[in-house]
């Protein structure tokens, strides 16, 4: 039943916990949250990687050879991430530094959604609103009486 009811619910008993306070109407708002976003791995065939010069300093050597690296993903849903690497003077290496920065990246991504997703769960939870039912459960057995 619980994943099937969306909406306000009350109940109608004496709290057990606090046996002498007046209420005897209880609200529970029931919610769907967005679904948690889940981590990507790279798989480092997806990635289109692209050998180009490093400008600045270096010489010679520096215009001659191809050891930076653009690389772009593409996440199954289509987002689409992009790094530049010329960190190191080795095409093999900028490699591997490209696809540390392209998880970087999309697990920054991922931590912010969830951030969102936790925040959006906190301000759903302050707005409880009382009365309109869709449920009302009386005694403590839970009998339904709508």
Known sequence: MA???EGVIQWRCQSQMRPKHKRKNW???VFRLPQAA?????????????????????????NKTSSAIRARWTRPDGKTYAVVVRDNRS?????R?????????ASAEITEAQAARQSESR????????GDPCYVFEGREFKQSK
């Open 27 to 29: 609200f529970i708002q």
């Open 97 to 105: 530094v490209a696809l540390d920065r392209l998880a970087a990246l």
């Open 3 to 5: 994943r099937s009811v």
């Open 38 to 62: 889940s981590g990507v791995p790279i798989d480092p065939a997806s990635v289109e990687m692209q050998a180009i010069r490093a400008g600045g300093p270096g010489g010679q050597h520096q």
């Open 123 to 130: 301000a759903l939870h302050t707005q409880l609103q009382r």
């Open 91 to 95: 095409q093999h290496q900028n490699r």
